[in-house]
């Protein structure tokens, strides 16, 4: 099984062989691979597909001592944050390790949410990126709509008591259309599940969003010289669907695509016509 190190932490990716430029996925805050097994099916075999696991998540290394989870919440956050690569720069050097380790030169980097943040900074810092596709993210900084407080109160006040899938099911909540949910009973349930397998603990997930309040790209936009696809869910209750207009806006060379009725998981609950518009794009820069 691959893997890059950076400062001392395995980074895990997998890998799968395709005939056109390697597209790499990037997953949002606290996420797993599981995410895009929607878009990976889609584009396979007719592009090598690289997905690795953020650092903290799934099968790569967290890189953090076991004394960090201890210490008091600012403290802890600080060191989290400012210490161990848990920055976006720091998760986009984390990209730049694994795709230098698989001798990938260019690829498309498609990112969702914190995803989509350090593909902004990656193409920012690095030369492999040939396209981006942005989905539900921002430009962070004070031009940007924040996450709305009811959305905030969702995901980060968990009932007392709750087990850790029922923390998971309340945090999902607001990621997903209450339609979607109620009738997709079977498939909740076993993104559950790959989320309990896949995503980030709790240390790792509190870093990651740290990262992901820090980050702001607002002024260097126009340094994203690459073509840009960004892809939003009009009602995103999560990141509002203004951050995605606000980035094709700003953005040198970007198409803004909005889903009708789309969630901040759009890419799920409207995989057809997301991986529809993603091919498109990709042959269009192939």
Not at 181 to 193: E, Q, W
Request: proline share 6%.
């Amino acid at each position: 099984m691959p893997r890059a190190t950076r400062d001392g932490v395995s980074i895990y990716y997998e890998r799968e062989a395709g005939d056109g430029t390697p597209v790499v996925f990037v997953e949002g805050l606290g996420f797993g691979r599981w995410m895009w097994r929607w878009q990976r099916e889609a584009v396979a075999g007719e592009y090598e597909v690289i997905a690795p696991d953020n650092r903290g998540t799934g099968r790569s290394e967290a890189g953090l001592p076991p004394l960090v989870p201890r210490l008091p919440g600012k403290l802890r956050t600080l060191l989290l944050f400012k210490l161990f690569g848990y920055s976006i720069a720091g998760m986009a050097a984390d990209l730049e390790a694994v795709l230098d380790d698989a001798g990938v030169r260019r690829a498309h980097v498609v990112g969702a949410s914190m995803g989509g943040m350090i593909a902004q900074r990656y193409a920012l810092e690095y030369t492999r990126a040939k396209t981006l596709t942005l989905c539900c993210t921002t430009h962070g900084g004070p031009d940007s709509v924040p996450v709305p407080e009811e959305t905030q109160e969702i995901m980060f006040d968990v009932p007392d008591g709750a087990t850790e899938r029922q923390k998971l099911r309340h945090r999902m909540r607001p990621a997903f259309t209450d339609e979607f949910t109620n009738r997709n009973p079977h498939l909740i349930d076993r993104i559950l599940t790959w989320r309990l397998e896949q995503d980030a603990g709790d240390a790792a997930r509190e870093a990651q969003a740290a990262g992901v309040l820090e980050f702001d790209v607002s002024d260097r936009l126009d340094g994203i010289r690459v073509p840009t696809l960004v892809l939003h869910g009009a009602n995103d209750r999560v990141v509002p669907v203004a951050n995605g207009r606000l980035l094709a806006e700003k953005l040198p060379d970007a198409r803004l695509e909005l889903i009708e009725g789309g969630s901040h998981c759009f890419f799920i609950e409207d995989a057809d016509p997301v991986n529809e518009a993603l091919l498109e794009f990709l042959a269009d820069h192939e």
